[in-house]
């Protein structure tokens, strides 16, 4: 076990001139021991380059990775004694699931009956001890999977177990139930976690801690609360949530009021705003519907209402901005076409500019 | 259960029509006029005996059919065991990608782009003591090596020959073999910390099984075929050192004009070609597999 400290950048093309060169942007990050982190991003963020430099599959073109404070930049995963679990199943096929399972160990030359001990504990938590001595070759697609998870958790001494999208092969609702054992196992286990996904959900429910990727950059970390309460960056915003948060492009005056077009939407309190233009982003979760045509709430046209399961989901138009509304299951929604009058400034609310988090 | 009752139609029947005269033309009337031959005795196209078994039974007790047979057997047991670790090795040792892999793959296949005549022309002269490199070498080493004297010599380079010439097939397939392995498996063996043999003996063998199967049923059959290249390179001598079966064959039907004989050993051959290529299938099939062990343990 290890406390991970990344300083580096990353370009796989030999020469960089630009940003655009870089697969990972400069940056300094601290994975402490025993945490349970998600790399959150769109394909093409970098996160799997992250997780590969983590693991010493890819050496980084600029800077170091330390494990406890010393350089390990350029070992191999062995020596990083490093732990990886790939998006698609990897068995051997001529060998049982248990040996499967004991082939870390035996490289290492573990005791046998130390090996014994430890595929035995694993198999029980993943499910697998009926199938010890099945060949893993003719198991599905989700057996393998399990495998290849069981492989990566048996070492009791590594450094750090990576995931790189272990469940895209996975059934949904398997899926669940393999994230809730992943979760246990770390508690259990208490070795550091670093998963990356493209699914948010998985990486909310999973990590204690998220970092959010976004072309090479990790533009936010946080728990899951910090990136749906305060997102930094109007990426996070819109790529948390489900829908993401609305953004729309307002107006600080000199009195500190907002105004979006011709319209003022309030002064919030105890924030000071820089005068001129900002992004305000607000929750579908925190918007409402004003009653009346009160103050500071700006009108909208309905364009779209549908059921979502436990909640309903407005669609409506403020100007040329498309906007999201979630409402209670049991409220009556407004018909489409109907005007409705937004609260768009609350303690909910978030402003940004040139994307950063202001306010 | 459904109780259609399924209308006999028996106007499928010209449908496969197709395939059974293709197959008849292709290969069973040319059989039966081999079996024909096999159990007559043709004096001449209007004079034919009826003989029963009878050249069958003489052809398994001719002394110089055995030990072509087992000259045979020894030659194709060489060349399996030489060829098919070798051309694994070759090809573990290929580039993977880039211009080279292009540019090695294009030389390595060279041998495969010849007559087979012309690789026994092309041995006879480079094995010439006088004026071929490779026997003036051994010769100018003080080795007394001459492939028309010595049958060891002859022997042992004709199956230098075919060595040379078809390794190449197998390191072809064994490479493509290897290249069908996702770049996943490589990263995981090296997370779990797995030596070069544990990543060949657990990743590549078991993921060329199948290519390597097709490679030595190929060399198998190839090699228990083989005619021109030794007799171009050595005329089945000294003596009859290198006459393999196909040789041999070729002596009785056109050299001495036995066709009775000859048909009867034709069918021999074929069915001893079949039944290897049969045991052999179902040996590689299982090996690997490990199905009856992990029964038990």
């Known amino acids: ?321 498309d906007v999201k509304v979630h409402l209670p299951a049991d409220a009556e929604p407004p018909a489409e076409g109907a005007i409705v009058r937004l609260a768009l400034v609350g303690p909910h609310t978030r402003y940004y500019r040139n994307e950063e988090l202001v306010g | 259960m459904s109780a259609i009752v399924k209308p006999v139609n028996q106007k499928a029947w010209w449908l496969i029509l197709p395939v059974i005269l293709c197959v008849a033309f292709s290969a069973i009337i040319p059989l039966m006029t081999v079996v024909n031959y096999s159990v007559q005795d043709i004096i001449s196209p209007d004079n034919a005996v009826f003989v029963g078994t009878e050249w069958f039974t003489s052809i398994m007790r001719d002394e110089d059919l055995h030990a072509a047979l087992w000259r045979q057997l020894l030659f194709s047991g060489a060349v399996l065991a030489i060829e098919i670790p070798l051309g694994v090795a070759l090809a573990l040792s290929m580039p993977a990608r880039s211009w080279r892999a292009s540019a090695v793959l294009v030389i390595v296949s060279l041998s495969l782009l010849i007559p087979w005549n012309v690789v026994g022309t092309i041995w006879q002269i480079f094995g010439r003591t006088d004026i071929g490199l490779f026997g003036w070498t051994l010769a100018r080493l003080g080795l007394d090596y001459s492939y028309v004297g010595n049958p060891v010599h002859a022997w042992l380079t004709v199956l230098l020959m075919d060595v040379w010439h078809w390794t190449p097939l197998v390191a072809l397939l064994a490479y493509a073999g290897l290249q069908s392995i996702p770049e996943a498996y490589y990263q995981a063996a090296s997370i779990d910390g797995a030596s070069k043999w544990a990543v060949f003996r657990y990743i590549q063998l078991p993921k060329m099984r199948g290519v390597l199967m097709i490679a030595v049923l190929l060399r198998f059959m190839d090699s228990f075929m083989i005619y021109t290249e030794p007799f171009v390179l050595t005329g089945g001598g000294p003596g009859n050192s290198t006459t393999f079966l196909s040789q041999y064959l070729t002596q009785k039907a056109i050299g001495q004009f036995d066709m009775g004989p000859a048909a009867a050993f034709s069918l021999i051959y074929f069915l001893i070609i079949l039944m290897f290529c049969f045991v052999l299938y179902n040996w590689m099939l299982r090996v690997g597999t490990r199905d009856s062990e992990a029964a038990h343990d």
């Open chain 1, 1 to 321: 076990m290890a406390r991970i400290e990344l300083q580096l950048a990353h370009s796989y093309a030999r020469t960089v001139r630009s940003d655009a060169d870089y697969a990972l942007l400069p940056l300094d990050i601290v994975f402490e021991d025993g945490g349970a982190y998600a790399l959150l991003g769109p394909s093409g963020c970098g996160k799997t380059t992250m997780l590969n430099i983590i693991s010493g599959l890819v050496t980084p073109s600029h800077g170091a990775i330390r494990f406890d404070g010393v350089d390990r930049t350029r070992a191999t995963p062995q020596e990083r004694n490093i732990a990886q679990v790939f998006q698609f199943p990897v068995i051997y096929d001529t060998m049982t699931v248990g040996e499967n399972l004991a082939f870390p160990l035996r490289n290492r030359k573990v005791p046998a009956d130390r090996i014994r001990e430890r595929v035995g504990r694993i198999a029980e938590m993943l499910d697998l001890s009926g199938q010890l001595d099945q060949r893993a070759a003719n198991l599905a697609a989700d057996a393998k999977q399990k495998i290849s998870l069981g492989r990566g958790l048996v070492r009791p001494d590594v450094s750090a177990v990576l995931f790189d999208e272990p469940l895209t092969v996975i059934d949904p609702h398997l899926k669940w139930e393999l994230r809730r054992k992943l979760k246990q196992i770390h508690h259990e286990l208490g070795l550091t976690l670093i998963y990356v996904t493209h699914d948010q959900v998985e990486a909310m429910t999973f990590a204690d801690q998220v970092l959010v990727m976004a072309r090479g950059r990790v533009v936010q970390q946080g728990t899951p609360a910090d990136l749906f309460e305060r997102p930094r960056h109007t990426f996070v915003g819109h790529f948390i949530g489900s829908p993401g948060m609305n953004l729309l492009p307002v107006e600080v005056r000199a009195d500190g009021a907002i105004w979006l077009g011709g319209q003022r939407l309030g002064r919030p309190e105890a924030l000071a705003l820089p005068v001129g233009p900002l992004t305000l982003g607000i929750r579908p979760e925190y918007l409402r519907l004003a009653s009346g045509d009160g103050a500071d709430t700006v009108p909208a046209t309905v364009t779209q209402v549908r059921h979502v399961g436990t909640s309903q989901l407005l669609g409506a138009r403020v100007g040329d901005r």
